[in-house]
């Protein structure tokens, strides 16, 4: 019995011994692992710092510049000979607030993606930049830097800030157009209307929540508000389909009211982009030209039955109107047509 439990004992000291050894070996394999990460991480910053086209900037942990590629020298005009530069000292005052509230987010996530701020550089201009960032380990896995890339979007931001600015004005025109408006990319969804367009068609629905929808469905339902309602439809499948101009094309709706349609085909550098509606009400216009001409007609009717010879002729002397006592007066062989 006391031998079986030394023997216990001794067995229990080997796998101890055995334990402790690799525990060291394990521990020696680790050291190694994190040396190699902490050598590979560097391999890669040293690689994508002189390949990348955009800026590369390393900083501490207190936004002290390390290492910069030429393209980040270039942009904040920094050199070798320049005193040492701090990252948060060149943040728009502006912008620090949110890029404190980014850093912290770099803290905990180990990276972020698609800030934008703004730079206030050597020369007291201001730019703004895209940069990707994330963070640099040292040996022991504990942060010990960041890293980022920058973009100068300052050019593309002022584009955009005037495309926005254009389509403003744009939409603010339309509002005050004449016709009701609705523009449809290639696919029939529509982009772009405007209120006289919903009051003529959709009267319970506003321009905001018809942006996205599709106009085929639509074109189903809009049909119903005209007399030739199938015409309506067969003339909308033609234009779509032919993508070929048509202007001034007279529709007549189940009230009464008489529209004017316009369809052009818009192109983007011979790329086909969409389908541009004008619908103008010209119910007044055609209640007034119907008026007129029923106005010529009835002058014509009592002219022709004066009892007097009359006779119109226009500026170069030719005959317009006659009426049959002329004919009469004169003995003229012919009707006064």
């Not at 390390?66 to 000292?89: C, D, H, P, V, W």
């Not at 157009?177 to 006289?196: G, M, Y």
């Not at 339902?221 to 309602?229: G, I, M, T, V």
Request: glycine share 4%; net charge neutral.
């Amino acid at each position: 019995m006391k031998e079986n439990t030394l023997m216990n004992e001794k067995e229990l000291k080997a796998v101890e011994i055995k334990i402790k050894a690799k525990k060291l070996e394990l521990k020696e394999i680790s050291k190694k692992l994190k040396d190699s990460k902490k050598t590979l991480q560097n391999l890669n910053t040293n690689c994508m710092s002189k390949n990348l086209l955009d800026a590369y900037c390393q900083v501490d942990m207190f936004g002290n510049v390390q290492k910069m590629n030429n393209e980040a020298s270039r942009l904040l005009s920094f050199n070798g000979n320049n005193t040492k530069i701090n990252f948060l000292s060149l943040v728009h005052k502006d912008d620090l607030s949110l890029t404190l509230d980014v850093y912290d987010q770099l803290l905990r996530d180990g990276s972020f993606k698609n800030y934008k701020c703004r730079l206030v550089l050597k020369d007291k201009s201001v730019k703004k930049f895209h940069i990707n960032a994330s963070l640099l380990y040292d040996s022991n896995g504990k942060p010990d830097g960041i890293q980022g890339i920058a973009r100068d979007i300052t050019n593309d931001e002022f584009l955009n800030e005037q495309l926005v600015k254009s389509e403003n004005r744009f939409k603010m025109i339309l509002e005050h157009f004449d016709s009701a408006i609705l523009l449809e990319d290639e696919n029939r969804n529509i982009t772009l209307v405007n209120k006289k367009f919903c009051d003529l068609f959709t009267p319970k629905s506003d321009s905001k929540s018809l942006i996205g929808k599709n106009c085929v469905a639509a074109a189903e339902q809009a049909k119903l508000l005209f007399k030739n309602s199938e015409d309506f439809m067969s003339q909308i499948n033609s234009l779509t389909s032919n993508k070929k101009e048509s202007l001034s094309e007279v529709l007549v709706m189940l009230d009464g009211t008489v529209l004017e349609r316009d369809y052009i085909p818009v192109y983007n550098d011979n790329e086909f982009r969409g389908h541009l509606w004008s619908y103008k009400n010209v119910t007044a216009e055609k209640v007034a030209q119907q008026n007129l001409v029923e106005s010529e007609k009835n002058l014509k009717t009592l002219i022709q039955n004066l009892d007097h010879g009359i006779f119109l002729e226009d500026e170069n002397g030719i005959g317009v109107l006659a009426n049959k006592k002329l004919c009469e007066l004169f003995h003229m062989p012919m009707s006064p047509e």
